[in-house]
């Protein structure tokens, strides 16, 4: 399995269990995936949340998360393996979006992105920008540390709340 | 006409007390200046040599000719739409130029751009900038097809800068408190591009066309492509199709 993948799986588990979510499964054609959590808790995800993940999850994410299932279904439940993937990345900060817009990686088209995973960031600095309207909202980091991973892509939409990057905070 | 280019900055002060007005011959951008004063502070300038526009996009700023204004404002809901709708009353008031609106906040005449605003929230605070191309003859073929001017689309009279400022300040003390429910109805009977308007929007994967059908609850606009899908705008890039 490539980096990315786990990366990306890792990702999908923090979302799920951010949320409290109990059991989560995929079935996309020969792709199916399933994973437990436990104990379980009352499911706090919302549907909206859930479909707009599933919808912007790149097809990786699925198909390492398949991956990772079949992986542990030798030793034990998919839960228990879940839970160890997960704890490398476990405590990340994310940076949410405060409204809807557009997201910026960079302060203009062809420049240098704000910010890029292993960069280190003070809390306050800017690190994208959305943009609703022709109001550009500056993005600042509000921990200092570790920028892990930007979770979106230049130019796409975000929603209220979108998580935007993850930091290891120092 | 008062066709005086100079700023009569005395008179500002005098009907804005409260306000701090500042004012530069010559500055980057009235943007940065403004950045980090106390809200209600107003920063004009006779030219900009790096104005700003959407998106790392630049502003042509001619000195003496145009309008270049930042505002430091308490930020809110629908607020570069309530901006827009003040310039075009202040336009009006001042000069009898009657400009449309496309969607957000461009002031247009004909195809033409004649005045943009763009706004950034930094620190809690909205600083709006407004560039008003006001007693420009001519522009460079590059920009002509695509910007003009109020003198050229008033048969070549020059207005005054100091009472389209005045008015200008006035226009936005009064719409910008308004409720949002309002702006978006002042916006839409301001605004042919609001409904019903052949357009093209540029978007990351792709430029869409389709048709204007209105505002939704927050203030994005909505396009109705041919195959009846409508996708929310929630950035710029809104042109008049080409017929």
Redesign the interface.
Known sequence: MKKQDIDDLRELIEFLKQHQVAEFDVDRGDLKIRLKFNPPESGTASLSDLARLLRTAPQSVAQAAAAATEAASGSGSAGAAADSAADPDAGLHLVKSPI???F?GS?????APFVAPGDHVEKGQVIG?I????????IEADVSGEVVKCLV?????IEFGQPLYSIRSA | MNADKSLDLASIRDAFPERRIVYYDTVDSTMTAAAGLEPGSVVIAGEQTAGQG???HSWHSEAGNGLYVSLVLPPSP????ALGLATVEAVAQTTGVACDLR???DLMIGPRKVAG??????DGR?IAGIGINVNHREFSAELAGEATSLRLAAGGRDFALTELVIELLHAIERVVPEDQETILRLFTQSSSYAAGRRVTVA???GVIEGTTVGLDA???LIVRKDDGTDT?I???GVRAARS
Request: charge should be negative; hydrophobic fraction near 50%.
């Open positions: 809807v817009g557009t910026y302060p203009s088209p062809g420049a920008i943009e609703a309207m022709k109001l550009m909202n500056e892509s230049n130019g796409q939409a | 959407r998106h790392g629908v607020l570069t739409l969607w957000p906040n605003i763009l706004v950034q929230l930094v909205a978007l990351p994967d927050a203030g994005f929310l929630l950035a710029g």
